[in-house]
């Protein structure tokens, strides 16, 4: 193997195991904070791998958009209220 070959290699390594990492340190995802039917308070990410992380529920739709209301500024519109009917199941890594 060329220098070149193993200085990617070893980028290649870093990076996938600080994914990773990011990705197990995150907060509750939607089957582990799951309590029972209603409204939770999410926050989506792009990628995959992190999934979505709940930060309160369960709650109804009026009261999920007040407690929204309450964190305000940018990280409020980044947040979604989304129906759990039942519990979540895992798709993908997360």
């Known amino acids: 193997m060329s220098v070149r070959s193993i200085r990617r290699l070893s980028a290649f390594a870093a990076a996938l195991s600080l994914a ?3 990705a ?3 907060g509750k ?12 308070l999410e ?3 792009l990628l995959v791998v992190a999934g979505p992380r709940v ?3 369960p709650f109804s739709y ?4 007040e407690e ?3 964190i305000g500024g940018d990280a409020a519109t980044q947040m979604l209220c989304v129906q759990h009917v ?5 798709h993908g890594f997360y």
Request: with cysteine; hydrophobic share 25%; proline share 8%.
């Open 20 to 22: 990773a990492t990011l």
């Open 24 to 26: 197990a340190c995150g």
């Open 29 to 40: 995802g939607a089957s582990e904070a799951y309590t029972g039917p209603g409204w939770y």
């Open 43 to 45: 926050k989506p990410y």
């Open 55 to 57: 930060f309160a529920g």
């Open 62 to 65: 009026d009261k999920c958009e």
């Open 68 to 70: 929204r209301a309450k």
């Open 86 to 90: 039942g519990k979540p199941t895992k």
